[in-house]
């Protein structure tokens, strides 16, 4: 088992690239190595160790390696991008990209994360204890597809385009989201607790979106297909009744995309 | 600078001089080919030792959407084909990001790490060549031309409507010396005129709207006025009905129409010595074959198409083509040909970008996937390779993918791979669809091309074609001095371990420019400035001012005052006029 503590040594300037902070590359490096990591800021490439205070205690295969990040690192981004064994815990809140591209493992943040949460994630659990920015689970800029497996857990609110292009997995979020969420989504599930609003499952065709809360501003895309009394979803039971829709037709004549909505 | 440099004992293969694998020095002085140095000069020289390795003149792409607006137009449309491919900037190189359409820089040093030092655009809206050009004088190392697009620009398809060839010439001269442009492309000709109205048109005599013209006439007009004004290339065709199911019979009939136009090249070019004759003997030149060689009736019959054009082009001697392979994976289609891209879209629902460029032309962008899974995908990898491998004489093929077409032109190398093994065809079509085999030809033919007819394909007919063998495509006395040095020891070619080859191809040791190294081993190491070629061809200046009539009164109808219209000259950095029908014996007049 190894321990890699990572202490924050103070505020960041200009927001910091760190895609090596991930088990696979920290794994069966000693304290120096770790430090001496190279990550961009701005124009510049310096050594983690300019960042954080570093602490190992025993050794192991990424498999058994735990990241602990104590601190504020919202403004260091891309940690955990495409990790694909052990854990990081982060005990504040992350910066933009947190968990991009994961493919295993597990990733805990006490706090809130920046955008792109999950962006293009693959496998693994990916937990944001606060809330989280815009295209949690999303595809990257202009791409179509995003998350393709492994599961987002938000227990705070997220903001826009939650699980854009969602192609597969499972992105659940306690509280609220804003516009065009599961946009593009082809497979997968979302699960809002809370309410949504203008644009959900836009240009969906595939997948399912559950919302507990109200749809604020329905897509004119979905057409009304039943009613559903606690609804599973995999291994989900929601309670009451659910309204259920097919969409969007906005894309196409036939899409295979469900969308419930509790009904008041 | 200006270096004096001596390849030695390599296996020289320069099919312009029929030099076959011979082991041979290859003297370069003043960035220029020599036949020989004096010993003085030998012994400060700069040697590179190519013994055992391949050596051949600079790889030369003569159809390639590198600059311009809708080159442009894909970057902005597709921020996720950059993030994954970033190049990081070094001492002597910027930085860069993107896979199908990279940035200008990194397009510059990935082409020159592959051993190519010359690449034409294939297709400039006259309206946008302000723009080819500012790409184009951004793009480090490589030498440089753009194909302007006239195959539905208001004034030729006027001109010759009304039968004035001489007037239609007049104004092409015109355009080429005001656009600053290498050679006369024609893209769907008639059909994206009708684009403008939502139509297009499906026959070579179907007259279009508005003109009433139609394609046959634009075709056979064009390719007179080029061989009227001695151009350098041919005219250089994308056909009517691209894209469709069964257009090979279009793509054949449309090869005949300038079958009886003979090809004269009058340019004031100094012409290096060569052993063969080094001037194009074709009047069409077709861009992306593969595209125009659909068999079947729709989608769900697709096949091949390639069997029937192959048997025309090989009875024919005044047609050559590129291929438009399509290697597989992520591609972005970008044309002229507004209307194929919207069918393209039809299929697809990818994002789409479209342009009418005005009295000239139209243009559209689609990101695009060719997958091994995909049917038809593997019957276009399957027709890239058997236009080149039916087609008997590789003086009439030239090696592309349409970057970024079919493929990207990173993926050269793979495709001279399965040009040159049999095996690495097999290996491809056992993991993709089986209609790759079944729906073609290509399964059944045994031809692996020699390292010799890949120059041909590559460089010696690329720039013959496009009338650069003047200084391009051979190492005859009086070329530039560009030169690849390959890791391939032709003697003991493995053409079973087709990873390696195709690794050696993509990374040759040495890329010469102008007697200058400029990359090792894929690493850049001198960002000289390249040069950007253009046609300055002349007519009678009665001829000229009668036809400008025209012109001004008709520019009432464009968003630009005619004399913001021109590009100038100072516009490019170094450019290099090639004076075209400019002796009074040639010089055009009423007749």
Same mark, same amino acid.
């Given at each position: 088992m190894a321990e890699i503590l990572l202490r924050s040594k103070g505020s960041i300037g200009i927001m910091v690239e760190a895609e090596v902070i991930r088990p696979n590359i920290f794994a069966g490096k000693k304290k120096e190595e770790i430090e001496g990591l190279l990550v961009w800021q701005g124009p510049v490439q310096l050594p983690l160790g300019e960042f954080f205070d570093v602490d190992v205690s025993g050794a192991g295969s990424p498999e058994e390696t735990n990241i602990l990040i104590e601190g504020d690192v919202s403004r260091i981004k891309r940690i955990g991008q495409g990790m694909k064994a052990g854990r990081i815990e982060i005990h504040g809140c992350a910066g933009m990209h947190l968990g991009a591209e994961m493919a295993g493992g597990s990733i805990f943040v006490q706090g809130d994360a920046g955008s792109? @949460?999950?962006?293009e994630m693959l496998g693994g659990l990916l937990h944001i204890a606060g809330s989280a920015g815009d295209h949690v689970g999303s595809a990257y800029r202009g791409s179509w597809r995003g998350m393709t497996g492994g599961q987002i857990t938000v227990d705070g609110s997220a903001r826009s385009?939650?699980?854009?292009?969602? @192609?597969g997995g499972l992105i659940v979020v306690a509280g609220n989201v804003e516009n065009f969420c599961g946009i593009r989504q082809s497979g997968g599930l979302i699960l809002v607790k809370g309410s949504t609003v203008r644009g959900t499952g836009a240009e969906m065709n595939g997948g399912t979106i559950a919302v507990c809360g109200a749809i604020r501003q329905f897509s004119p895309g979905f057409i009304e297909t039943g009613r559903e009394e606690n609804v599973l979803l995999g291994d989900m039971q929601l309670e009451g009744w659910y309204a259920k829709f097919t969409g969007d037709y906005a894309l196409g004549k036939n899409p295979k995309g469900s969308l419930y909505c509790r009904e008041e | 600078m200006a270096a004096t440099m001596i390849i030695r004992n390599g296996y020289v293969f320069d099919p312009l001089n029929e030099i076959n694998g011979e082991i041979k020095d290859v003297f370069i002085k003043d960035g220029k080919v020599v036949a020989d140095l004096y010993e003085g000069e030998k012994r400060d020289a700069k040697v590179i030792n190519a013994s055992g390795k391949t050596v051949m003149p600079g790889g030369v792409d003569s159809?390639?959407?590198?600059?311009?607006a809708k080159v442009n137009a894909g970057r902005l449309m597709r921020p996720e084909d950059h993030y994954k491919f970033i190049r990081q900037k070094t001492a002597l190189t910027h930085s860069g990001s993107g896979y199908t359409i990279p940035s200008v820089y990194k397009q510059g040093y990935d082409y020159v790490a592959m051993g190519y030092t010359t690449v034409f655009e294939a297709a400039m809206p006259p309206l946008e060549a302000r723009h080819t050009h500012e790409e184009m004088r951004a793009t480090p190392i490589l030498d440089m031309g753009a194909y302007l697009v006239l195959g539905n620009n208001w004034f030729v398809m006027r001109y010759l409507k009304e039968g004035d060839i001489e007037k239609a010439a007049a104004y092409v001269a015109w355009m080429m010396r005001t656009h600053k442009a290498y050679g006369i492309k024609c893209v769907n000709p008639g059909g994206v005129e009708n684009w403008g109205w939502a139509k297009n048109v499906h026959g070579l005599d179907e007259p279009n709207m508005h003109f009433e013209i139609t394609s046959r006439e634009i075709i056979h007009g064009l390719a007179e006025v080029n061989e009227l004004l001695g151009m350098p290339m041919s005219l250089h065709l994308h056909t009517n009905n691209l894209g469709h199911p069964g257009n090979w019979e279009i793509t054949r009939d449309s090869l005949a129409i300038p079958s009886d136009i003979k090809p004269c090249q009058k340019t004031g070019a100094n012409w290096a010595e060569t052993k063969?004759?080094?001037?194009?003997?074709?009047s069409v030149y077709l861009a992306h074959a593969q595209f125009s060689a659909f068999g079947g009736t729709s989608w769900r019959d697709f096949q091949s198409g390639a069997a029937g054009l192959v048997d025309y082009v090989n009875k024919s001697d005044h047609v050559v083509i590129d291929n438009g392979a399509v290697p597989f994976g992520p591609a972005t289609a970008m044309t002229g040909d507004g209307p194929a891209i919207h069918d393209l879209y039809m299929l697809s629902g990818q994002k789409w970008s479209n342009t009418d460029v005005e009295m000239e032309c139209g243009s559209g962008v689609i990101p695009f996937v060719y997958l091994k899974s995909s049917p038809i995908s593997s019957i276009q990898w399957a027709m890239g390779l058997e236009l080149l491998l039916l087609i008997?004489?590789?003086?009439k093929t030239i090696m592309t993918t349409d970057h970024p077409n079919g493929g990207v032109f990173t993926q050269y190398p793979q495709v001279i791979t399965w040009l040159m093994s049999k095996k690495a065809r097999d290996d491809t079509a056992k993991e993709c669809h089986k209609w790759a085999y079944d729906k073609s030809s290509l399964g059944g033919v045994d031809r692996e091309m020699s390292l010799y007819e890949i120059a041909i394909l590559t460089r010696a007919n690329s720039a013959r074609t496009i009338g650069m063998s003047c200084r391009k495509g051979h190492l005859g006395a009086g070329a530039d001095g560009d030169v690849t040095v390959y890791d391939i020891d032709p003697d003991n070619l493995n053409l079973n371990d087709t990873a390696a080859l195709t690794a050696k191809l993509a990374r040759p040791d040495y890329t010469v420019k102008d007697g200058r190294i400029v990359a090792r081993q894929g690493e850049i190491v001198a960002v000289p400035e390249g040069r950007r070629y253009y046609c300055r061809p002349y007519v009678d200046d009665a001829l000229e001012k009668e036809m400008l009539i025209d012109v001004k009164d008709w520019f009432k109808y464009y968003t630009v005052g005619v004399a913001n219209y021109p590009v100038p000259e100072k516009y490019l950095k170094n450019p290099v006029a090639i004076p075209v029908n400019a002796t009074e014996a040639e010089a055009l007049v009423r007749s």
């Open positions: 792109f @949460a999950g962006m385009q939650l699980g854009g292009g969602l @192609a | 159809h390639a959407h590198v600059a311009g063969m004759n080094s001037h194009r003997v074709q008997n004489d590789p003086w």
